[in-house]
């Protein structure tokens, strides 16, 4: 914002007219901001909209007509596969002083992992740290394949802890048309059964109740002591691991 300077990452998406973030690079203001171009210009900006549970958010530029910006376009036509080299560009902590050098970082890792945090991100080896959030995930050839984030509801980064966190580019795409709508925001949302297994929770076959919360949606669903779940939609359940999984 004007008030308070936040070392951190984004990146132009949709012809240079929108800026794609972390969402906690925001700390919960609504605005207006200014962002810092590479080349030092600093121009004004809108939230357009916020996925906490991805923790992206998207702003718009106000730009002048005679300065065009190039957008990265998304590259979601290459499935990422583990153990694919990728780049993770970002600012260092401080960077608005520019005492000692050139501000921007690059670290390189691979795809560690797929389908982490729920479905929500995917896992890199890459070093992350709090000024890489909302920077651009890149592949060997320069394509722009997902966002640092923190993509779960951690208060805190752990700096340097051997694995960071990404939304990859299919999530991202799902989720633009809602975030270019003007002041919406989706709050992150976990399922939620209310339901304590009664005995071992890998026993099989199915899982025995012990109880159930009165306010929970599991009681208004009907389920009480001593049911056995034995499926969850489509997803049989065998155990209390499946259920959770499902």
């Known amino acids: 914002s004007p008030a308070q300077r936040n070392d951190c990452s984004g990146v132009l998406v949709r012809g240079g007219n929108q800026v794609l ?24 900006a809108s939230l357009l909209g916020q996925d906490l549970g991805l923790d992206l958010a998207l702003l718009r530029l106000v730009r002048p007509s005679d300065l065009p910006l190039p957008g990265l376009e998304w590259e979601q036509a290459k499935r990422l596969r583990l153990g694919q080299t990728l780049g993770l560009q970002g600012v260092s902590p401080g960077a608005g ?21 729920g479905g929500a991100a995917h896992q890199t080896d890459a070093l992350v740290n709090p000024g890489n959030a909302g920077g651009p ?58 339901v304590v297994p009664d005995g071992g929770l890998d026993s099989g076959p199915g899982i025995r109740i012990a109880e159930v919360d009165p306010t929970t949606p599991a009681w208004q669903a009907g389920l009480r002591g001593a049911d056995l779940i034995v499926g969850l939609g489509s997803a049989p359940t065998r155990s209390w691991s499946e259920l959770v999984a499902a």
Do not use: K
């Not at 609504?30 to 600093?42: A, H, I, K, N, Y």
């Not at 002083?97 to 945090?117: A, C, D, N």
């Not at 995930?137 to 990404?166: H, K, M, Y």
């Open 21 to 44: 973030t972390a969402a906690a690079n925001l700390a919960g203001q609504r605005g207006p901001f200014l962002v810092e171009l590479s080349c030092g210009t600093c121009l004004p």
């Open 97 to 117: 002083e520019r005492l000692h050098g050139p501000w921007h970082t690059l670290t390189t890792g691979i795809v560690s992992g797929l389908g982490r945090l």
């Open 137 to 194: 995930v890149i592949n060997i050839d320069g394509d722009l394949v997902g966002i640092v984030t923190q993509a779960s509801r951690r208060e805190s980064w752990a700096p340097n802890c051997g694995v960071g966190f990404f939304a990859p580019a299919s999530n991202i795409a799902a989720v633009l048309p809602f975030l270019d709508a003007r002041g919406s925001v989706r709050e992150w949302a976990e399922p939620f059964l209310g």
